[in-house]
T-cell receptor, first 114, second 111 residues
Framework: EPEVTQTPSHQVTQMGQEVILRCVPISNHLYFYWYRQILGQKVEFLVSFYNNEISEKSEIFDDQFSVERPDGSNFTLKIRSTKLEDSAMYFC????????????FGPGTRLLVL | AQTVTQSQPEMSVQEAETVTLSCTYDTSESDYYLFWYKQPPSRQMILVIRQEAYKQQNATENRFSVNFQKAAKSFSLKISDSQLGDAAMYFCAYNGNQFYFGTGTSLTVIP
C-alpha cells in the first residue's frame, strides 16, 4: 500500500541554523500539508500546498518557514533560523483531492533545537 | 471556528474489555468528515476510523466503532476486546475545509 515517507526521522540542530525537512507524498495525491506537534501537545496545522503554491497557512507559519515542491515527488519544509521552540515532531500529510478526503500522514521528523 | 474537544486526557482499560473515548466538536458546516487517529509511542499518526457526516450509519472497522451523534456534535470511539497493542494516544480530528485535532486521550491497556 502506498505511504507518505519523511526524512530524516530525527534531526538535531543548533539554534539559528537552517533545517530542511523532506517528505514524499503518495504519488497520485495533489494536496500536501505540514503539521507540528510539540511534545505532549496536540497536532497543529502549519500549511497546505496545492498546485505549487500555498493554499492556506496558520499563524504559526511565519516568515521563518517556507515550503517547496522542488521536483515531482518531494515536498519540503524549511525553517530558516531555528528557535528552541521549534523543537517538535513535524508531520507531512497528503490527500488525493480537495474536499473531505482522508489525510495520510508520514511517520514524522523529530526535530530538536539546542 | 471549528474546535475539537477531548475531555478525557487519560483512560485505562483491562485487556479484553471495552473502552469508549469521547470527542465533541463545534462547527457550522453541514458536510465534514470525522476521524480517529492513533499515535503509538513511535509518534506515527495512524488512521483508525473515519465517519462521513452525511451518513447516519456509524462506521465500524473490526474492533473499532464510533457512535456519531450529529445533532449533539459528538463522535466517540469504542474499542472492543482491547489489546495491549491498542495502548497509544488517540486523537479525534475534524475535516471541513481544514483539519482540526483534539488534544488527545492517552489510553493504557492493563494486562
Amino acid at each position: 500500500e502506498p505511504e507518505v515517507t519523511q526524512t530524516p526521522s530525527h534531526q538535531v540542530t543548533q539554534m539559528g541554523q537552517e533545517v530542511i525537512l523532506r517528505c514524499v507524498p503518495i504519488s497520485n495525491h495533489l494536496y500536501f500539508y505540514w503539521y507540528r506537534q510539540i511534545l505532549g501537545q496536540k497536532v497543529e496545522f502549519l500549511v497546505s500546498f496545492y498546485n505549487n503554491e500555498i493554499s492556506e497557512k496558520s499563524e504559526i507559519f511565519d516568515d521563518q518557514f517556507s515550503v517547496e515542491r522542488p521536483d515531482g515527488s518531494n515536498f519540503t519544509l524549511k525553517i530558516r533560523s531555528t528557535k528552541l521552540e521549534d523543537s517538535a515532531m513535524y508531520f507531512c500529510a497528503s490527500i488525493r483531492g480537495l474536499g473531505l478526503e482522508t489525510q495520510y500522514f508520514g511517520p514524522g521528523t523529530r526535530l530538536l533545537v539546542l | 471556528a471549528q474546535t475539537v474537544t477531548q475531555s478525557q486526557p487519560e483512560m485505562s482499560v483491562q485487556e479484553a474489555e471495552t473502552v469508549t473515548l469521547s470527542c465533541t466538536y463545534d462547527t457550522s458546516e453541514s458536510d465534514y468528515y470525522l476521524f480517529w487517529y492513533k499515535q503509538p509511542p513511535s509518534r506515527q499518526m495512524i488512521l483508525v476510523i473515519r465517519q462521513e457526516a452525511y451518513k447516519q450509519q456509524n462506521a465500524t472497522e473490526n474492533r473499532f466503532s464510533v457512535n456519531f451523534q450529529k445533532a449533539a456534535k459528538s463522535f466517540s470511539l469504542k474499542i472492543s476486546d482491547s489489546q495491549l497493542g491498542d495502548a497509544a494516544m488517540y486523537f479525534c480530528a475534524y475535516n471541513g475545509n481544514q483539519f482540526y485535532f483534539g488534544t488527545g486521550t492517552s489510553l493504557t491497556v492493563i494486562p
